[in-house]
């Protein structure tokens, strides 16, 4: 097979984040903790556990910080908690949590949509947060969504995405992550957006990417975002964060299909299959229908 | 975007066939035909609309002969049949149809099963088959079946494939098809397959690939086999073929989700993704479920 192919690829597990976020069964915190403890024994050891965002406005996150204060050692090792201001930052400062996600929105629409503020006081917010975040020992991932597209604006342009990389550009930050917040990113479009990430971010920055499998098209990107040479890919067990039943349904790629595709191309991703498929199963139950996820229902190959 | 990539690729829409045969529901001679119309209208020219087979192990192509007496001159122009033996070559000559598609099983148990008789007994038929079609004026495709994995035996060996398509690189054939019948090929494995056949196969011989999205790895393979070079792919409207509700579903990749990765990343493949998409509502509410497509319920993007 190929000699270009990457040895390995890192897992972001996202389930218990961007995945119950969309999902109508709220989970308790005994079971957010069972689902990541569970992974953890997966593989999956760096996890997004937590938002600390406004419950108001996402009730299924409201009990972040009592999740994390329940988790294991080992689990806040790869915790990841999401902050999308500096009340966030604040809150996430008050907990054992060591790493943060924070969002930047590529497109002005969805940015006032999402965040309640422009681009550009979003950027300046991040300003502040970033210095915080190091000085307090976290490490900050910033993630740039709608990067491939906006539910509001259509395309973005390659441009308006580089002018956004060129803001952070200069920051203390360890990584960022690409997303394509609403399933619209084609193959040659990671390339392009990833090498573009590359080349303007600073070489020690990591890379990672985020795609959903809303048009069926996620698995085939992040393919594309690993032979581009991502450090990362987030996923999450049985593809969950979007109802398959629902109009615009928006499910993370599922982790079990990702890695399943990844370790049979010969890319190691640590992640145990048959124990990622056990959880899924388990989601599945609690949530009363079968999850996205096909690896599960199809079965591994060759048999093990 | 890069330039290494094709303008455009031929797709061959398999829901007439492969689709509606693992389907439970039945669908009658004139549903058939408005299918296969439609299909046309969407700018789906290739149809594989008929088997050739045993009716008594394949009930829902019984009508298969009834089907084509009834197309339009259009449809019989891109109209495909498959057959699995010299009597369904007999059958086949028998009708309007100018194309068929002749399978021979990569492994010796799936084939025993399949085709009942081994590997050397199918080749041996093929190689009458092959001059009395192009006697007749027929185009010969043969597609090599369970190509990256057998339900039986497992893995298929690269030296196992090779070996099939050095027996069949002397026949006088129009185009190969390499097909994953279980969903179990991933990129590196169709770049590496393609390439092979594209060394052993003279270079004037079309090559074709055909997946299942058993294990959500469909598309990504799709994309692959495209950077290889194939001149064509095969899909199936909404992704029929397997139950999303059953155990080991085993759908085409859906024509929609893959038009819309091709179209969106500069391929051009002719079809007309909403009048795809109307025709997947049809077969979903004919099937009473919903289609494994997701284009559908997500929506083109950007929006039309």
Redesign the interface.
Known sequence: ??SL?PRSVEIVEVSPRDGLQNEAVNFNNSEKLFLIESAIDAGLNRIEVASFVNPKRVPQMADGDEVLRSLSERAMQGAIGLVLNERGLDRALMTRVREINYVVVVTETFSQKNQGMSVAENLEALYRIAPRAAANGLSLTVSLSAAF?CPYE??VSIDRFSSVLSAIAELEIDEVAIADT???A????V??RVALAKELLPSDLKIRCHFH?????G??S???AVIAGVDALDSSLGGIGGC??A????GNI?TE?LC??LE???ISTGVDLGAAIEISEWLSQKMGR?VP???G???I???Q
């Open positions: 097979m190929s192919l597209g259509g395309e609403i399933g619209v084609v193959p040659p479009m390339e392009e499998n809303t048009r069926n098209t698995l085939a992040a393919y594309a398959p039943f109009p615009r349904a928006t599922p299909d399943f595709m049979r191309s010969g079968p996820a096909l690896l229902r199809a079965g190959f060759p048999p």
